[in-house]
């Protein structure tokens, strides 16, 4: 398959092209949604195929032994991350969001404090105040356009009222790949707090070549502590299928979670299933390797159109494809370079202020997308910031 070819998304009841005008005032006509964090690219052929064997069988009824599933789970997490996971430790869930929600009712209660390192994805906040959770934002480093962590600061930030810690890693936005240095620091952080942590690592497979993941279980001594989320849905563009994999080693953390799953009369669809398995393969994985390295190009030819438009710097992603640009060179107020992107360029983006504190000055933008489609983008952002070159 070709990541360059163009496919119209328009009608097919996709947020992300069907809801930027209503959203943004953006027309899908003449416009280009670079917001929602999902690809142009169709999945590979693994998956279309597992899809067309269901469809051609023909009865959708409900699902049972998924062992072949967790296997497959198990498979990748131990060849991609070199990570053991015991088949039993493995939750399915109706995606990440709702893995994050499930992880708020299973280990805090309402009025209970939970962390996190801002500007971070949107949704965990949202879940976090809908829930009745008291959200407490730690504000990382803009050090020269790279995030460092500020744990210093975060002691002292600390009430005692905390319970929990959602860690991104790797980060969304700005795509830092956390160090094992770092990740150590985070844990003893939680420690010294006595926070539940929850690691989202939905975008670990999405790492730029000649940077390496390493998974929050391999830092020592917080297993008791540690819960990590990880899904197929953003590594391969099935994230209409809403199924996200919870794991949990702790066997007490493991029953309190299953307790709430219970309680709540969670089980899966089967067409997740059948995705998800089909994606962790070894065709999956070649996919993978062909898509990171189409999408490293694409951020470099992003990032070197757009750090050429004086006062706009795009951060150099170590991961994910979701490009964050600081506008904050240009002098201007948000509502401008917002106004210039979305009525001047034609582009849909998400939001820096929706990402919590410290995140006003920028915009985000999706470069998961054929070439042709990145290049457009940066001509019309050089137009519409013609008057600075
Ligand atoms: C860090 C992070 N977690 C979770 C999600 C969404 O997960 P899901 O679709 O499984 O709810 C996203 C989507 O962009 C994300 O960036």
């Known amino acids: 398959m070709s990541f360059d070819e163009i496919i119209d998304r328009r009608g097919s009841h996709c947020v992300k092209w069907d809801m930027m005008e209503k959203i943004y005032g953006v027309s899908a006509d003449d416009g280009i949604a670079m917001w ?10 693994c998956i279309q195929d597992a ?3 269901m469809v051609d069988h023909g009865i959708y009824g409900y699902f049972g032994d998924d062992s072949e599933y967790r296997a497959a789970i198990c498979w990748w997490m131990e060849t991609r991350h070199g990570w053991h996971v015991d088949p039993d430790w493995i939750f399915t869930t109706h995606g990440l969001v709702n893995g994050t929600a499930m992880c708020l009712d299973a280990f805090t209660k309402e009025g209970d404090g939970v962390v996190l390192f801002t500007p971070v994805y949107h949704a965990f906040a949202k879940v976090i105040r809908a829930s009745n959770r008291q959200l407490v934002e730690c504000e990382m480093i803009n050090a ?44 003893a952080f939680a420690k010294r707090h006595d926070l539940v942590i929850v690691s ?17 279980s391999m830092i020592d001594g917080i297993t008791d502590r540690l819960v990590v989320m990880t899904a ?51 065709a999956g994985a070649a996919w993978v ?6 999408l490293a190009e694409n951020a470099r030819i992003f990032d ?32 401008e370079f917002t106004r210039r992107t979305e009525q001047g360029a034609r582009i849909a983006i998400n939001h820096g202020p929706t990402f919590g504190k410290g995140a006003d000055s920028f915009l985000r933008f999706n470069i998961a997308a054929p070439r042709s489609v990145v290049e457009d983008a940066v001509d019309r952002m050089q137009v519409a910031f013609r008057d600075l070159q």
């Not at 929602?36 to 052929?45: H, L, N, Y």
């Not at 500020?150 to 160090?179: F, K, Y």
Request: hydrophobic share 40%; net charge negative; charged share 20%.
């Open 304 to 335: 070197e159109g757009i750090n050429a438009i004086p006062g706009l710097h795009s951060m150099a992603l170590e991961s994910t494809y979701l490009a964050w640009v600081d506008f904050a060179g240009t002098g201007m107020e948000m509502a």
């Open 144 to 187: 020269n356009g790279r995030y460092e962590l500020d744990i210093d600061a975060w002691d002292a930030q600390m009430t005692g009222n905390e319970r929990m810690l959602v860690l991104c890693s790797p980060h969304n936005p700005g795509g830092r790949v956390w160090t094992k240095g770092e990740l150590s620091a985070i844990a």
């Open 36 to 45: 929602v964090a999902d690809m142009e690219f169709r999945p590979p052929q």
């Open 289 to 294: 390797d062909d898509l990171t390295a189409y």
């Open 200 to 216: 989202d690592e939905i975008h670990h497979d999405l790492v730029m070549p000649g940077n390496t993941h390493t998974p929050m």
């Open 51 to 53: 899809v067309q064997g």
């Open 232 to 282: 197929t849905t953003k590594t391969f563009n099935i994230a209409g299928s809403h199924v996200g994999n919870v794991i949990i080693e702790d066997p007490d953390l493991r029953a309190r979670f299953n307790a709430r799953m219970m309680a709540l009369g969670m089980s899966p669809n089967s067409f997740g299933l059948f995705m998800a398995t089909a994606a962790y393969s070894p």
